[in-house]
């Protein structure tokens, strides 16, 4: 199935990501992953700015992103937050993994941010 692009996805590559803890139990220092990505359909599900203070400002939206299956792949599953950055509007931040679901019979997969 084709999908309308007005976006792009960027995560870290899921096949080479760190672990959080060392040895000891104490924090990974974060590295400069290789990110990839992906270009998808941003879909606005709700959007307001009278929502929690984020990145300086309130904020409170769900997105939806629609991508080829190709694209992503079956290792996508362990993906924990995405970057999205609309044509338009620019980037819209950096939002936690809710929800995967893959179809395959139009070869997508929508996720909910």
Known sequence: MQI????????????????????????VAASSAARLSVICTISTLSENRKGRYDDGRYRNCQYSVTCNLEDVGSAFNSVKSVS????????LGTFQVQRIEFYTITQTVEIWL
Not at 4 to 27: E, H, R, V, W
Not at 84 to 91: C, F, L
């Open 84 to 91: 999205i950055i609309h044509d338009i509007k620019g980037s």
């Open 4 to 27: 309308f692009p007005n976006g792009t996805m960027t995560y870290a590559d899921p096949s080479q990501q760190q672990p959080d803890l060392d040895g000891n139990g104490l924090p």
